[in-house]
T-cell receptor, first 109, second 113 residues
């Protein structure tokens, strides 16, 4: 079956750096994307990696290693407003978009 | 502004009723998706469509039906066969021209009363 694994919960201090890992097992692969979701809201797109390497967008960076079926989201200079759930998602070879179960990030003062 | 519009935002259904959730996009995206999210859980794929007049079942299609008669529209019907329909429903679209970025609607909360 297809699956994406990510930690269920991460806690970090304001101003720190946190990394959220994602490993996947899917039928084919077009790319790995990351989404942020605040309680009660819809997910919003953060980044997409179609090729190996690092993509940087402001305080957020995302990394992909296709040979390891692994990626991560790096959040720098954490702010209280970053407290949310973060989801990784894979676009498989049939263009099915599959989500992980999410990582709840709690940022403490 | 371009985007995805879901309606209604909140919906109450009596047992045994079918309800239809609307999803409209003006992003000119070919692909559209429907997800279900239960409290504290991830997103589970119900149905998806890559092109007009074609759609595929996702992981939890039982008790749901969709249509894709127009590129802009991908309505989801929650039928009476869905025994536990209370959840948050999210519609999304994807366009290759936007680097496979996925855009979500605001979501629809469905409650069975």
């Amino acid at each position: 079956g297809q699956s994406l694994e990510q930690p269920s919960e991460v806690t970090a201090v304001e101003g720190a750096i946190v990394q959220i890992n994602c490993t996947y097992q899917t039928s084919g692969f077009y790319g790995l994307s990351w989404y942020q979701q605040h309680d009660g809201g819809a997910p919003t797109f953060l980044s997409y990696n179609g090729l190996d390497g690092l993509e940087e967008t402001g305080r957020f960076s995302s990394f992909l290693s296709r040979s390891d079926s692994y990626g991560y989201l790096l959040l720098q200079e954490l702010q209280m407003k970053d407290s949310a759930s973060y989801f990784c998602a894979v676009l498989d070879s049939s263009y099915k978009l599959i989500f992980g179960s999410g990582t709840r990030l709690l940022v403490r003062p | 502004d371009g985007g995805i519009t879901q309606s209604p935002k909140y919906l109450f259904r009596k047992e045994g009723q079918n309800v239809t959730l609307s999803c409209e996009q003006n992003l000119n995206h070919d692909a559209m998706y429907w997800y279900r999210q239960d409290p504290g859980q991830g997103l589970r794929l119900i149905y998806y469509s890559q092109i007009v007049n074609d759609f595929q079942k996702g992981d939890i299609a039982e008790g749901y039906s969709v249509s894709r008669e127009k590129k802009e529209s991908f309505p989801l019907t929650v039928t009476s066969a869905q025994k536990n329909p209370t959840a948050f429903y999210l519609c999304a679209s994807r366009g290759q021209s936007s680097g496979n970025t996925i855009y979500f609607g605001e979501g629809s909360w469905l409650t069975v009363v």
